[in-house]
């Protein structure tokens, strides 16, 4: 079973379209949603919660169509939103009990484990709580119920680079288990990139591609070589170019360079801005 | 929906701290000048302002983008809003238990008459659920941002009510008069169903809200 299967998905908002999404996370992986501010990567987790309704096409979150009755899909869910969106009067510990009542399944030593480890203040609100810690006490919320799907907007954001990459550790370690997986937008593509199996672009509302982390870097690959030499390349063989006074970067795909040419590894990262760019020209 | 009871409680201490002693105090003003115009501004504000405390929680609900986590929880769209109906049925409720109690404490120190405790009994759940169910219903429909006005106009209204009360003449005898008339026990029958009307709408109108 997909954890996640979303059919020609559009949202029309003014004058921003989120345009014919078609994503499948399979179940027991991680998939992350790369794009860059306004490219709709919010707007596409709020459709497949049910906090929107689509203009078009369908979803399926954990086999169950998403629609405003999610009652029994959403007891599997963990949940970590942009701005997380708890009560801004509510102390952690207060939060806890309030998630309690909330989840059957709901671990209240775990989360206390969880709130230790990432040094939460547990009673102080909300409101005067460090956007770091809020992150951390939302992330907290969303791994105590032992969800099998979390859908995490941007989590990694306002963390600093040593709790960064304990979260990321910890949503590693969540999808240890097979039936567990992870839908994750975060603009830190270098925590993506560590910790994802499926990597999807966005940008201006349509889906750039969504594949395999491991095929995408097998598949593509940075040349560096002159103008004449990157004009003397197979159409189709260029995805995106940078140039520098001196040579010209340029992404290719691996198979549609001659043999012999000097290919260098391609970041996810790198990998997204080359393509956004040349998207742009 | 006990998530949202429970958030609700412990969000709205503060405000707990402050509706509650200002209701209780003008439910006794209203209780101690039982059945005259000062009587009614008393028992309005009481009313009134105790009926504000579940739409106060909606609108820190909206702000601190509680409303659209509380979504992703367990339970329909429509939980955020029974709960809310239902904190205003129980506000009602308690200021209905006390003010009978102040009535029974008056009782045993004599002075007072079934009229007008029939009236203030009436009275009270009344407004109570008229002002709750009218600002909750606009907050529904709305969102806080553009149905608070709804608020701010309810708690004008009351002020006003008073002054314009003692304008049109409402003189001690007739408002006697109506607080002995049966006609008074209609008046929380027809809060009742406006009240419930209300909520069902609320309900519809929050389900097609995007939040």
Same mark, same amino acid.
């Given at each position: 079973?997909?954890?996640?299967?979303?059919?020609?998905?559009?949202?029309?908002?003014?004058?921003?379209?989120?345009? =014919?999404? =078609?994503?499948?996370?399979?179940?027991?992986?991680?998939?992350?949603?790369?794009? @860059?501010?306004?490219?709709?990567?919010?707007?596409?987790?709020?459709?497949?919660? $049910?906090?929107?309704?689509?203009?078009? #096409?369908?979803?399926?979150?954990?086999?169950?169509?998403?629609?405003?009755?999610?009652?029994?899909?959403?007891?599997?869910?963990?949940? &970590?939103?942009? !701005?997380?969106?708890?009560?801004?009067?509510?102390?952690?510990?207060?939060?806890?009990?309030?998630?309690?009542?909330?989840?059957? =399944?709901?671990?209240? $030593?775990?989360?206390?484990?969880?709130?230790? !480890?990432? =040094?939460?203040?547990?009673?102080?609100?909300?409101?005067?709580?460090?956007?770091?810690?809020?992150?951390?006490? #939302?992330?907290?919320?969303?791994?105590?119920?032992?969800?099998?799907?979390?859908?995490?907007?941007?989590?990694?954001?306002?963390?600093?680079? &040593?709790?960064?990459? @304990?979260?990321?550790?910890?949503? $590693?370690?969540?999808?240890?288990?097979?039936?567990?997986?992870?839908?994750?937008?975060?603009?830190?593509?270098?925590?993506?990139?560590?910790?994802?199996?499926?990597?999807?672009?966005?940008?201006? #509302?349509?889906?750039?591609?969504?594949?395999?982390?491991?095929?995408?870097?097998?598949?593509?690959?940075?040349?560096?070589?002159?103008?004449?030499?990157?004009?003397?390349?197979?159409?189709?063989? &260029?995805?995106?170019?940078?140039?520098?006074?001196?040579?010209?970067?340029?992404?290719?795909?691996?198979?549609?360079?001659?043999?012999?040419?000097?290919?260098?590894?391609?970041?996810?990262?790198?990998?997204?801005?080359?393509?956004?760019?040349?998207?742009?020209? | 929906?006990?998530?949202?009871?429970?958030?609700?409680?412990?969000?709205?201490?503060?405000?707990?701290?402050?509706?509650?002693?200002?209701?209780?105090? *003008?439910?006794?003003?209203?209780?101690?000048?039982?059945?005259?115009?000062? +009587?009614?501004? *008393?028992?309005?504000?009481?009313?009134?302002?105790?009926?504000?405390?579940?739409?106060?929680?909606?609108?820190?609900?909206?702000?601190?983008?509680?409303?659209?986590?509380?979504?992703?929880?367990?339970?329909?769209?429509?939980?955020?809003?029974?709960?809310?109906?239902?904190?205003?049925?129980?506000?009602?409720?308690?200021?209905?238990?006390?003010?009978?109690?102040?009535?029974?404490?008056?009782?045993?120190?004599?002075?007072?008459?079934?009229?007008?405790?029939?009236?203030?009994?009436?009275?009270?759940?009344?407004?109570?659920?008229?002002?709750?169910?009218?600002?909750?219903?606009?907050? /529904?429909?709305?969102?806080?941002?553009?149905?608070?006005?709804? *608020? /701010?106009?309810?708690?004008?209204?009351?002020?006003?009510?008073?002054?314009?009360?003692?304008?049109?003449?409402? +003189?001690?005898?007739?408002?006697?008069? *109506?607080?002995? +008339?049966?006609?008074?026990?209609?008046?929380?029958?027809?809060?009742?169903?406006?009240?419930?009307?209300?909520?069902?709408?609320?309900?519809?109108?929050?389900?097609?809200?995007?939040?």
């Amino acid at each position: 079973m997909n954890a996640i299967e979303t059919r020609g998905l559009t949202k029309h908002y003014g004058d921003f379209t989120l345009d =014919n999404l =078609n994503l499948t996370l399979p179940s027991g992986c991680i998939m992350g949603l790369v794009g @860059e501010n306004g490219a709709g990567k919010t707007t596409a987790i709020r459709l497949l919660l $049910g906090l929107t309704r689509p203009d078009g #096409g369908s979803a399926t979150v954990l086999g169950a169509p998403v629609g405003p009755d999610m009652r029994a899909v959403k007891e599997d869910l963990g949940v &970590v939103l942009d !701005d997380v969106g708890y009560p801004a009067g509510l102390t952690a510990r207060q939060m806890g009990k309030v998630l309690a009542a909330a989840y059957e =399944n709901w671990d209240t $030593g775990l989360y206390e484990s969880y709130l230790r !480890d990432m =040094n939460v203040p547990t009673d102080k609100k909300f409101s005067e709580l460090s956007r770091g810690n809020k992150m951390k006490l #939302g992330i907290a919320g969303a791994l105590s119920h032992r969800a099998k799907l979390l859908i995490l907007d941007e989590p990694t954001g306002g963390l600093d680079p &040593v709790v960064r990459d @304990e979260v990321v550790d910890i949503f $590693g370690q969540f999808t240890r288990d097979p039936a567990c997986s992870i839908l994750i937008s975060s603009h830190i593509v270098s925590d993506l990139e560590r910790l994802c199996d499926y990597i999807a672009f966005l940008h201006k #509302g349509k889906l750039l591609l969504c594949e395999e982390k491991d095929r995408l870097l097998e598949e593509y690959g940075v040349l560096q070589c002159d103008r004449a030499a990157l004009e003397a390349l197979a159409p189709g063989a &260029v995805l995106g170019k940078r140039l520098t006074p001196y040579s010209v970067e340029a992404l290719v795909r691996r198979d549609a360079v001659p043999a012999g040419a000097e290919l260098r590894p391609v970041t996810i990262e790198e990998l997204f801005v080359l393509l956004v760019k040349e998207d742009m020209r | 929906m006990k998530a949202i009871l429970l958030a609700d409680l412990y969000g709205s201490r503060k405000n707990l701290y402050i509706y509650i002693p200002l209701a209780m105090a *003008f439910m006794a003003l209203a209780i101690s000048t039982a059945a005259t115009v000062t +009587s009614l501004t *008393f028992a309005l504000c009481a009313s009134a302002g105790a009926g504000m405390l579940p739409v106060v929680s909606m609108g820190s609900a909206e702000a601190s983008h509680w409303d659209r986590y509380a979504q992703t929880l367990p339970g329909g769209k429509a939980q955020a809003v029974n709960a809310r109906f239902l904190e205003a049925l129980a506000v009602a409720g308690a200021l209905w238990v006390y003010g009978t109690a102040l009535f029974c404490a008056k009782a045993a120190l004599g002075g007072w008459t079934w009229a007008e405790a029939r009236f203030l009994a009436a009275f009270v759940p009344a407004i109570c659920l008229l002002s709750s169910s009218l600002c909750l219903g606009a907050v /529904c429909r709305l969102g806080w941002a553009r149905g608070n006005i709804f *608020f /701010c106009v309810t708690i004008c209204l009351v002020g006003a009510s008073g002054a314009v009360s003692s304008l049109l003449g409402v +003189s001690d005898a007739g408002l006697g008069n *109506f607080a002995g +008339s049966a006609a008074v026990l209609a008046l929380p029958v027809a809060a009742g169903a406006f009240f419930g009307a209300v909520w069902l709408l609320s309900a519809r109108w929050y389900e097609k809200r995007e939040l």
